[in-house]
């Protein structure tokens, strides 16, 4: 079907079919829109649309406003021009309902921190790893306060871990051994200034023992950093225990 070519106002216009609604819309001689309505949904307003039409509206706009490089350069231009324009107001209405709504405020960082570490955890836990050695005071005091908030889960938390010690610990552990590591823990402490920890070499939760032979004195910023990997993928980080460990003997195999 040959699409009609008429004048408007005395410009020459072309029609196309609209790929929305299926119909002819005019187009003036530079190829634009003659009236930014006029090519969806016959001419109506946003504020006439049904929110599910706005919804196709907008997203219809934005990509005949997007199409080409230099369109999505001037897009980017333009939203930077206000944002920048508009910046003072949006952090003085953003403190404004954030203060208004701490419960909505906190369960929508606690969305966006589960979002973000679902998609990179890694990168997650490099920056908190790397906050962490920055801030060693401001860390001890947030999980204190954390510890103090939120007894019942760690209560649970040391619980489920004394279950699994007590599963995993064979009858050849020697309560009088372990014992010396605790307190070998604490005389290291004592006489260097670092607070050490009694680490499982192979971790409980990988299947490790809770026997002196998987048990030795680490410092606690190692073990933090450790956490439940192995010495292998430790090592692989290019951090490693190194010769700050000390311990009784071999770790068993089995």
């Known amino acids: 079907m040959k699409l009609p070519v008429g004048t408007i106002r005395g410009k020459k216009v072309l029609a196309y079919y609209n790929p929305v609604t299926g119909k002819p819309a005019w187009r003036n001689e530079t190829g634009k829109p003659r009236h930014k309505y006029q090519t969806y949904k016959d001419g109506k307003k946003p504020k006439d649309m049904t929110p599910e039409e706005l919804r196709e509206y907008k997203a219809w706009l934005q990509r005949e406003h997007l199409k080409g490089p230099e369109a999505k350069e001037r897009h980017r231009a333009r939203q930077k021009r206000y944002y920048d324009k508009t910046r003072e107001e949006r952090i003085r209405k953003s403190r404004e309902w954030q203060r208004a709504h701490p419960v909505e405020r906190r369960l929508a960082y606690n969305r966006w921190r589960r979002k973000a570490y679902r998609e990179n955890p890694e990168k997650f836990r490099e920056s908190g790893r790397k906050w962490r050695s920055k801030n060693p005071d401001k860390f001890a005091a947030s999980m204190k ?110």
């Open 145 to 254: 306060r954390w510890n103090e908030n939120n007894r019942p889960v760690v209560a649970r938390i040391a619980s489920d871990r004394r279950a699994r010690m007590r599963g995993a610990m064979p009858e050849s552990a020697d309560i009088d051994v372990m014992n010396v590591l605790y307190e070998a823990r604490d005389r290291i402490t004592q006489c260097t200034g670092i607070i050490h920890h009694v680490d499982h070499i192979v971790p409980i939760s990988r299947g490790g023992l809770h026997h002196q032979a998987n048990m030795r004195v680490i410092p606690a910023s190692v073990n933090h950093r450790k956490w439940a990997k192995s010495d292998e993928e430790f090592s692989a980080l290019g951090i490693g225990v190194g010769a700050s460990a000390y311990s009784l003997s071999p770790v068993p195999q089995g």
